[in-house]
């Protein structure tokens, strides 16, 4: 699970990894999961790639940055299910692509946890 955010989002996204981490999905936040020395582009494309599922946290900060954009274009050519989860925005704002998609507003968060719960494959 990929969670793509702005980085003054990082709170806010700390929070919906460990929502997301206690179904016993594995997430990958860039701030944590690269270590220094890493090279940032090629971490972040191979964490799309071994993705089934980004969650895109959509604020009115992430919507205008490049890098946001850019991981929700990646994982839309990889065919990677994308879900969008707003905090105070509205539809007009979202990236075309992910217009015609189910998105969540944060307050509803739960109900994407509760959908979450069925795809998720806990290790044995």
């Known amino acids: 699970m990929f969670l793509s ?20 999905a594995k997430t ?3 701030d944590r999961d690269i270590d220094g020395g890493e090279d940032i582009p090629d971490a972040i494309r191979a ?7 980004m969650v895109l946290l959509l604020t009115p900060v992430s919507v205008k940055r ?3 954009l850019m991981e929700a274009g990646a994982a839309w050519q990889r065919g990677i299910r994308i879900v969008a989860v707003l ?6 704002p979202i990236p075309s692509m992910l217009k015609s998609k189910k998105v969540y507003d944060l307050n509803e968060f739960e109900l994407y946890l509760d959908e979450l719960q069925s795809r998720v494959k806990v290790a044995p």
């Open 47 to 53: 964490a799309i790639d071994n993705s089934d599922e």
């Open 87 to 92: 905090q105070h925005i509205q539809i007009e």
């Open 28 to 30: 990958f936040r860039d």
């Open 5 to 24: 955010h702005a980085t003054s989002d990082k709170w806010l996204a700390t929070l919906l990894c460990s929502k997301i981490e206690e179904l016993g």
């Open 66 to 68: 490049p890098w946001v």
